[in-house]
């Protein structure tokens, strides 16, 4: 049993959630308020009031009404896969989880589109889609945990955002919950409704500040034929961006991700997998592509050597089977995983794809220079221009001086950031972690018309307050 301590709910309050949800759907010990009072960060001590589990739209609506009558702030909590302190409730929070709401249906093979409940997770829908010879092309690490409420709610991007876009691409319409408790029904699954402005959109991203995303119709495609896992080791990142245009010109990527020496590292050691090859290099690309003719595969090869020639690529190895394809994939996706264990300070930054050599030579020097004892793991989706800088913490630093010092740099890293027009957010969202670096990717103006958005929605300011800004 933990020792978390967190404000009470009174008895009346209490009371009415119970007759809401049910008693034993109210939770207030301490072991439930730290599962879901937090999400993979672990910079904040969460103090949430209480958690409560609706089982239909209905009962979430009656938890939000009642809520806006006591003046209850409430933090929305999915899977709690986020990196960025977007679902950790601090101070004496309502914690809405979605888990009970996790039922897929109507699905329709004309649309190609599905009904999902905020808490299904990603993988289930995944399965689902597989199910019915489609695919759903939205895909991370944390597919085994994450629900589509929260991919809503910070517009997840992934693995494969270079062929098939981010979250929001995928969401033919949703119903959210507003901070009054309305119901908005949104775009109802329409290809084409230019009918006014499109409220979904704002939702998507919106890191439940404006409202609790409750259902979603989502997009399916058809699946990949036969697809390719291509890893290559590179010497620099320059030789990585010439590797990608090299490849783009010829064929069309499912992926284009990269990872370090020290990524690779960790994730063999602590994961048990092998090396995808025994000549180390200081960046490794890995590429996925799809096998629609024997074509591919030869034009593929054919690139591999032109780089190699090229002095861009100096091993590589490519997937002949499924499961190394899978354990190819893990070389990678596998790294957020392996680290956590040394409570990462995470940078998700991004800017376009060409600018992304010279961007990365900046932080770099800036980060080598202000950390020269703390190890620095890169990845990211290179392809869309979103590289994750992780800086590891050592064992004997206390959480809070670490934290102290990661932040004084990060102001540095959002400033290069903002010379290259760059996001300080590219796809965790903005949470408490990044909330006082939003300036440099937003104006002020834009903030300010994003503060009388979350009025419109939630006008008494309960829907996950702090997070993206400060009312």
Known sequence: MNDLVAPSLSSETASALAAIVGAERVLTDADSLLQYGRDWTRFHTPAPSAVVLPGSIEEVQAVVRLAAQEQLAI?????????????????????????????????????????CGAGVITEQLQQFAEEQGLFYPVDFASAGSSQIGGN??????????????????????????????????????????????????LVIGAEGTLGLVVEATMSLARPPKDPAVLVLGVPDMGAIMQVLSAYQGRMELQAFEFFSELALQKVVEHQGLQRPFETPTDYYALLEFEQVSEADMDTAMALFEHCVEQGWVVDGVISQSVAQAENLWRLREDISETITRWTPYKNDISTTISKVPDFLAEV???????????????????????VHLNILKPDALPVDEFKARCGEVSKWVCEIVQRYGGSVSAEHGVGLLKKDYLGYSRSALEIELMRQIKQAFDPRGIMNPGKIFDA
């Open 75 to 115: 933090v929305p909590s999915g899977g709690r896969t986020g990196l960025s302190a977007g679902a950790v409730a601090l101070n004496g929070e309502l914690v809405v989880a979605f888990d009970r709401l996790n039922t897929i249906s109507d699905f329709n093979p004309v649309e190609r589109t599905v009904r």
């Open 152 to 201: 809503i709610s910070t517009n997840a991007g992934g693995i494969k955002v270079i062929r098939h876009g981010m979250t929001r691409d995928w969401v033919a319409g949703l119903k959210l919950v507003t901070g009054t408790g309305e119901l908005l029904d949104l775009n109802r699954g329409l290809v084409k409704n230019n009918a006014g402005y499109d409220l979904r959109q």
């Open 364 to 386: 770099e020097q800036v980060v080598n220079g202000a950390y020269p004892d703390f190890e620095i793991v890169w990845f990211g989706h290179i392809g869309d221009g979103n």
